[in-house]
């Protein structure tokens, strides 16, 4: 059963969000590469060091945040 978030923790959860995706849009600019899976699983290989989370969230789930899908042969 999954739990229903709150409104105050869907707040939080989206203000989460939108910092990593403007850390992220930083990222691609200034490593001048486009948006991909690819490109998502580098900014979390960069981010999450020693299998720390990253704003909380795991490293497949990050780059499903950020890019939509996993990159090739990620499974």
């Known amino acids: 059963m999954v739990k229903k978030l709150s409104a105050n923790e869907l707040?939080?959860?989206s203000k989460t969000e939108s910092i990593i995706k403007e850390e992220y849009k930083n990222f691609l600019a200034e490593?001048?590469?486009a948006n991909?899976?690819?490109s998502a699983h580098q900014f979390a290989l960069t981010k999450i060091q020693w299998g720390r989370d990253y704003h909380g969230y795991k490293e497949r789930d990050l780059?499903?945040?950020l890019s939509g899908g996993l990159p090739y042969m990620y499974d």
């Open 11 to 13: 707040h939080w959860k």
């Open 31 to 33: 490593k001048k590469i």
């Open 36 to 38: 991909n899976p690819d």
């Open 63 to 65: 780059i499903l945040l």
